[in-house]
T-cell receptor, first 117, second 116 residues
């Protein structure tokens, strides 16, 4: 149980393109989803926290207009990288959590490798 | 400020050696969670363990063991009789209520290479 599906797993596109990444909880309802970014050989950094039905909370230094997050249902959150540029190339990974209590574990998707040419 | 410190950037061992990965954390919260994840070259995060701040019992799972010491704010991870398949990047992470509603703060990771 507690499977998180992330799609696509790999994207290569031209500079200026907008790219949408989906994060789905397949067998549970996720009231909270998190989006992380990982540059090569670096750690995972939290980009934003997404709660179903409300606006996402972005971490300092993350442009909300560039990284659009939509959490319209309890099983789906999307991250759209608008007008992507080569510096946005990274590994993006989402996680989903049931409930808001501290004892609720996070379940990670398999990540999306984004390469902007 | 870095909340989770993994001082070892890279470790290389020969198969069957024991290896300990260090993790030191910093928090003002009284309730928090500590995690270890494994990230193989394919990129996905493999969950290894979660420990809450009120449970200082050490844990052993097969070849893996964890030593949680609140007095030193450490949560170290030991692999006994290492195998080539253990080669990966290992991340220690902290989850606390004070910031971002229990999102995970990851350390910088320790890259473990186990050679035959």
């Amino acid at each position: 149980g507690a499977v998180v599906s992330q799609h696509p797993s790999w994207v290569i596109c031209k500079s200026g393109t907008s790219v949408k990444i989906e994060c789905r909880s397949l067998d549970f309802q996720a009231t909270t989803m998190f989006w992380y970014r990982q540059f090569p050989k670096q750690s995972l950094m939290l980009m934003a926290t997404s709660n179903e039905g409300s606006k996402a909370t972005y971490e300092q230094g993350v442009e909300k207009d560039k990284f659009l997050i939509n959490h319209a249902s309890l099983t789906l959150s999307t991250l759209t990288v608008t007008s992507a540029h080569p510096e946005d190339s990274s590994f993006y990974i989402c996680s989903a959590r049931t409930g808001t209590g501290s004892n609720q574990p996070q379940h990670f998707g398999d990540g999306t490798r984004l390469s902007i040419l | 400020a870095q909340k989770v410190t993994q001082a070892q950037t890279e470790i290389s061992v020969v198969e069957k050696e024991d290896v300990t990965l260090d993790c030191v954390y910093e928090t003002r919260d009284t309730t928090y969670y500590l995690f270890w994840y494994k990230q193989p070259p394919s990129g996905e995060l493999v969950f290894l363990i979660r420990r809450n701040s009120f449970d200082e019992q050490n844990e052993i799972s097969g070849r893996y063991s964890w030593n949680f010491q609140k007095s030193t704010s450490s949560f170290n991870f030991t692999i006994t009789a290492s195998q080539v398949v253990d080669s990966a990047v290992y991340f220690c992470a902290l989850s606390e209520a004070l910031d971002s509603g229990y999102a995970l703060n990851f350390g910088k990771g320790t890259s473990l290479l186990v050679t035959p």
